[in-house]
């Protein structure tokens, strides 16, 4: 029996992880307003991108992607997409929102099931797909109990579930293909930092800004290796990694405050994940065990 583990999982716990603490650092650039935040982000990304292509000289095949209409097209959109929900993120992280930022995130991988699913024809198990009943319905309660349908984490979810279904699809290595959604982003945030001219005069904040670099671009890397190697409902799944980091940030340590409905409703999407992990790998494991009985049947045959 092969006890490996896919390496795409592992990529994906290491992104959502990096993802879920990182309103810890957003708050330390609150200063400066949420679009000078995301220009930087997409500058500094940029610079370390290209020195990364440089070392493991990727030129070559970013020379080919960029004269790929189809491709350039397809990363045209993923990288208006990501440039949404980085944008929507630091607005609600830094706007006292880090549970709201939260919920959307507990609503993609949801996203992520239904894109699987009708665009790609991922089969779910009747195990599998009570669990994604549950979790809508923890989902459809929380949206209740904030008011109604919140704008903000609907933003987060569908743009990013939206993000890595083109990512999936386009053919382009992982550091080739957010190299050339950042330098389609660069224009754009040169002419609003030059415009808003507002940078440079939060300095403490401005000295962190370089570190935006690593903790945008890493994680997305790590997201996009991930998901070319595991089911895109199962990196769904993953993704409940970062919003409940998120969560334990916002009561533990921002003091947001949540009401018994609401933890009981975050209780019912926990619970739908422990069942489809559970659906999971009951799957996972009929599939292995025909796969080697047709091997040992194959094996048999004169």
């Not at 309103?23 to 650039?29: S, V």
């Not at 929507?88 to 939260?102: F, L, T």
């Not at 665009?119 to 549950?134: K, P, T």
Request: glycine share 8%.
């Amino acid at each position: 029996m092969n006890s490996k583990i896919n390496p795409g999982i592992l990529y994906g716990i290491a992104a959502y992880a990096i993802w879920g603490l990182l309103p810890i650092f957003l708050k330390l650039l609150k200063p400066l307003p949420a679009p000078d935040i995301l220009a930087h982000r997409i500058l500094w990304s940029l610079a370390l991108l290209v020195v990364l292509a440089t070392v493991f000289r990727h030129g070559a095949a970013i020379r080919r992607i960029a004269a790929t209409p189809r491709l350039m097209l397809a990363l045209t959109a993923s990288a208006t997409l990501i440039a949404i929900n980085w944008l929507c993120y630091i607005i609600a992280v830094n706007g006292g929102h880090v549970a709201q930022a939260s919920l959307g995130y507990f609503i993609n991988p949801l996203v992520n099931v239904l894109l699987g699913t009708l665009i790609l024809r991922e089969r779910l198990g009747r195990i599998e797909g009570l669990a994604v009943a549950i979790a809508a319905c923890g989902v459809a309660f929380l949206a209740y109990e904030q008011g109604g349908v919140p704008i903000i984490p609907l933003t987060l979810a569908f743009s990013f579930g939206s993000y890595g279904l083109i990512r999936k699809l386009t053919p382009v290595d992982a550091l080739d293909g957010l190299l050339i959604e950042t330098a389609i982003l660069t224009p754009p945030s040169i002419i609003w930092l030059a415009l808003a001219g507002t940078s440079l005069a939060y300095g403490p904040a401005f000295v962190l800004l370089p570190a935006a670099g690593v903790l945008t671009a890493i994680p997305l890397m790590l997201f996009a290796a991930a998901a070319k190697r595991v089911r895109y409902s199962d990196l769904g799944l993953l993704q409940y990694l970062a919003p409940t980091l998120q969560l334990v940030l916002a009561v533990a340590f921002y003091g947001e405050v949540l009401a018994p409905a609401q933890w009981a409703a975050f209780a019912l999407i926990w619970l739908s994940l422990a069942i489809y992990l559970v659906g999971a790998t009951l799957t996972a494991r009929r599939a292995a065990a025909a796969q080697v009985d047709q091997t040992v049947f194959s094996a048999l045959q004169p």
